[in-house]
C-alpha cells in the first residue's frame, strides 16, 4: 500500500485519536492539527476549547507525533457564524455543523494541510468513502455505526474534497474505538462524546443569542387565533419545540386530534409579518405534518443531481431515512414528497437524500407543506 503523509485534524477527543492511531499503525506519515474555531469568550465556563487542545496534544505525545495549534476563527466566523445569524434572523433554524464541514474542516483546514504539504486529510467522523468502480466517482457512505453515522452533516463535500479525505472510524463501532483508544492507553479513551454546537458549548441557548440578535417579544397563538401568552423573540424557538413555551398550564378542550385536557403544546409556525409565534396542541396536530418539502442551495456529492425518483431522505439528523420521491424543481433546488407526512419540517434544516447506504448530498429546507 501506498503511504501518504497525512494531516489529521485532532479535536481532543477519542475519535480523532483513534483515527490518528489506525493511520499510523498502517504506516502513514501522521501529523496532527488542532483547529481553533471559536474565540470570542474563551475564557468562558462554558468554552472547552483550552482542555481540548490539552487532550489532543497529549494524545499526539502518547502516539509520538507533531500536533499544530491552527485559529481558523476569522474563517469560522465570516463563513459559518454570519450565515447562522442571518438565518436565525430570517425566522428559520440552520445547522451550523453541515456549514462548519462544508467551509472549514473539509475547506479551510484542507487547504492548510495541502500546503503542510499532505497528501490526504482525516478527521474522526463516522462516514466512508468509497471510489466507484463503474464511474470513477467518490462516494459518501454513512458510517458502520448506524447510531453514530455522520453522513448527514457531511453531506455538501464534493468530488475534490472526497478524493482528499480518509475517515478511519467509520468503519468501526464507537465500541470497538473506545476499546482501542483504551487498548492502547489513550489519555482520552472514556472522555465522553461533545454535544451541542461548537460555539455555544454547554450554555443555555437563548443567552447567547441574546448576544447577537435584537429579539422582540410578541404574542404566542394557537390555531384558532386566540392569544396565549408572549414568546421572547421568534429567533428563540423552533418548529416542533415543546419545552420553555410558558404556556404549560393552558388546556383546550376543543384541540384537535390528539389533543384534550393535557395534551403538550409544540410550536407549529412562526408568523414574521406579526411577530407571533403560533402553537398547537397534540403532537399529531395537522399543522406539524408534511408530505413535501422544497430545498434550496443543493449540493451534490456527485457534483449533479441524481435522476428524479424513489429514494430515501432525512430531514433532521436523528430520524429514520423516509421513502420519498425526488423532482428537480431548478438547477440549485428539489422537491420531496414522502410517502409518509413528516414532523415538524424545519426551513433551514437540512434534507440530505439516500440511495441505501449511499449519501448522495442534499439541500437547505426552504418549505415545507401538507
Request: aromatic share 8%; with cysteine.
Given at each position: 500500500m501506498?503511504?501518504?503523509r497525512?494531516?489529521v485534524?485532532?479535536?481532543g ?14 504506516g ?5 492539527i488542532?483547529m481553533k ?5 474563551d475564557?468562558d ?5 483550552r ?15 507533531e500536533?499544530e495549534?491552527?485559529?481558523f ?10 450565515e ?9 433554524t440552520p445547522?451550523?455543523d453541515?456549514l462548519c464541514n462544508?467551509?472549514?474542516k473539509f475547506?479551510?483546514?484542507l ?7 499532505a497528501?490526504k486529510i482525516?478527521t ?5 468513502v468509497r471510489?466507484s468502480a463503474q ?15 455522520q453522513?448527514?452533516f457531511l ?20 465500541t470497538e474505538v473506545r476499546r482501542?483508544?483504551?487498548?492502547i492507553?489513550?489519555p482520552n479513551?472514556?472522555k465522553?462524546d461533545s454535544t451541542?454546537i461548537?460555539f455555544i458549548?454547554e450554555?443555555p441557548?437563548r443567552?447567547?443569542?441574546?448576544r447577537?440578535i435584537?429579539s422582540?417579544s410578541g404574542p404566542?397563538?394557537?390555531d384558532?387565533?386566540r392569544?396565549l401568552?408572549r414568546h421572547?423573540g ?19 378542550k376543543?384541540?384537535p386530534?390528539?389533543g384534550?385536557?393535557?395534551a403538550p403544546w409544540?410550536?407549529?409556525?412562526k ?7 403560533v402553537?398547537v396542541?397534540g403532537h ?7 408530505h ?16 428524479p425518483?424513489?429514494?430515501g431522505?432525512k ?5 429514520q431515512?423516509?421513502r420519498c420521491?425526488l423532482?428537480?424543481?431548478?438547477q440549485?433546488?428539489?422537491?420531496l ?6 414532523w ?12 441505501g447506504?449511499?449519501?448522495?448530498g442534499?439541500g437547505?429546507?426552504?418549505a415545507a407543506r401538507a
Amino acid at each position: 500500500m501506498h503511504k501518504h503523509r497525512i494531516v489529521v485534524g485532532l479535536s481532543g477527543g477519542v475519535d480523532s485519536a483513534v483515527t490518528a492511531h489506525l493511520l499510523q499503525a498502517q504506516g502513514h506519515e501522521v501529523v496532527g492539527i488542532f483547529m481553533k474555531n471559536w474565540e470570542d469568550d474563551d475564557d468562558d465556563e462554558y468554552c472547552s476549547s483550552r482542555q481540548d487542545f490539552l487532550d489532543a496534544a497529549s494524545v499526539a505525545d502518547v502516539l509520538g507525533i507533531e500536533i499544530e495549534h491552527v485559529n481558523f476563527a476569522a474563517e469560522y466566523k465570516d463563513r459559518v457564524f454570519a450565515e447562522f445569524l442571518r438565518e436565525y434572523q430570517a425566522g428559520r433554524t440552520p445547522n451550523p455543523d453541515v456549514l462548519c464541514n462544508a467551509e472549514i474542516k473539509f475547506k479551510a483546514f484542507l487547504d492548510h494541510a495541502m500546503r503542510l504539504g499532505a497528501e490526504k486529510i482525516a478527521t474522526g467522523h463516522y462516514a466512508r468513502v468509497r471510489q466507484s468502480a463503474q464511474t470513477g466517482l467518490f462516494e459518501l457512505l454513512r458510517g458502520v455505526d448506524p447510531s453514530k453515522d455522520q453522513s448527514y452533516f457531511l453531506h455538501r463535500l464534493n468530488q475534490a474534497q472526497l478524493a482528499k479525505t480518509l475517515f478511519p472510524v467509520g468503519a468501526l463501532r464507537k465500541t470497538e474505538v473506545r476499546r482501542i483508544a483504551a487498548e492502547i492507553g489513550l489519555p482520552n479513551a472514556k472522555k465522553k462524546d461533545s454535544t451541542g454546537i461548537c460555539f455555544i458549548g454547554e450554555r443555555p441557548f437563548r443567552e447567547f443569542l441574546n448576544r447577537y440578535i435584537a429579539s422582540e417579544s410578541g404574542p404566542i397563538l394557537d390555531d384558532r387565533g386566540r392569544r396565549l401568552g408572549r414568546h421572547m423573540g421568534l429567533s428563540f424557538y423552533t418548529l416542533g419545540q415543546r419545552q420553555g413555551l410558558g404556556i404549560g398550564g393552558v388546556k383546550d378542550k376543543g384541540a384537535p386530534r390528539g389533543g384534550g385536557d393535557h395534551a403538550p403544546w409544540f410550536v407549529a409556525r412562526k408568523d414574521l409579518e406579526r411577530n407571533a409565534l403560533v402553537v398547537v396542541q397534540g403532537h399529531e396536530h395537522p399543522w406539524l405534518l408534511s408530505h413535501e418539502l422544497t430545498a434550496q442551495d443543493a449540493s451534490w456529492v456527485a457534483g449533479h443531481a441524481p435522476a428524479p425518483g424513489g429514494y430515501g431522505a432525512k430531514t433532521r439528523y436523528r430520524q429514520q431515512d423516509a421513502r420519498c420521491v425526488l423532482s428537480n424543481e431548478e438547477q440549485t433546488g428539489f422537491a420531496l414528497r414522502f410517502d409518509e407526512a413528516q414532523w415538524a419540517v424545519t426551513p433551514g434544516q437540512s434534507a440530505v437524500l439516500y440511495d441505501g447506504e449511499v449519501c448522495l448530498g442534499g439541500g437547505v429546507i426552504a418549505a415545507a407543506r401538507a
